[in-house]
């Protein structure tokens, strides 16, 4: 296995999992929880969130199963979980004080724990000790193989085509549209994969790069490397975007991406209604000018097109999540959808000459 690429020490999927989410239990500020409950809700047998205590997964999210809502570390114990999962991004990436304690009582009953916070809870002495008393097991997700691998610019070589999605901004839903269509070309019969290279992602999929945590010089070699191993057997693999190319904080992890990832075609994925950054004043540019940007990019290695848009309308009732996307699809002249809502199916019509390899 291609050395940067993080494989998960003990498996997660497939187990009873905790998701701890102490008051963030939402997709705003809890979405690796949220997308566990998305993709995987038959594995979730409870969710700390004292503040939405009382109820189940369903009823606060819209989806995700019966599972309940418990007030405390106690309750969720005597749901009897196998793993817990932290399932927030605090600012700073490290735990507060309640975030710990709930680990640690997690660690304390002999219950495995998975972080992607870039504070390491293996590094935290006292958790290790819990840990080791109890022969419970520790992954953070972000830590990384510091390989010192410099993209070649030769992307993918197993033969398979790559799919980038790529962002207008961050926290737009990178990832779930590449699972969605990855999830709608295996149904339409093509051997298809996808690439985690953020810790939700990795978690999801039990390996990947995270590769906020890799060296800047390093992105493209790691996610080079990441693309030829998903690749290997499959016809496409749809790579997980972060970040975005303008985006004055997060852009360099993204043309990172792009030059190792030498993407046969992208897909961009945008927040309807969303004017800056978020959590920046800068003000995001329109579509038409971020699609250039995009293909002005990739041009001196490999023609590679955004073939269409993915809308992320989670906060738009259905008769303006339709408007946005015709909106959007006037703006663009692409094809545009939202992959959670309304399937997948449009934006992988839009792929078909790439990801069958006939682009003319």
Known sequence: MAAPVVTAPFPVIGRRLLLLAERRFSPADGKTAVCI?????????AVLDSSRAGHTVREVLGFGGEAPVVADIAAGLRAGPEVAVVGVAPTGGVPDAADRAAVAQCLEAGVDVVSGLHAFLEDDAGLRALA???GARIWDVRRVSEVPLVSTGAGCRTGARVVLTVGSDCGAGKMTVALELDRAARRAGLHSNWAATGQTGMILRGRGVPVDRVIADFIGGATEALVNLEGAGHDVVFVEGQGAL?????GA???GLLNGAMPDAMVLVHVPGRTHYKRFDAAIPPLPEIIAGYETIMRPHKRSRVAAVALNTAGLGEDDARRAIAETAETTSLPVTDVVRFGAGAILDALRPEVAGDET
């Open 132 to 134: 080791q008393g109890s």
């Open 246 to 250: 303008m985006h004055p904080g997060y």
């Open 37 to 45: 409950a998305m993709y995987h809700p038959g594995d979730v047998v």
């Open 253 to 255: 992890v993204a043309l």
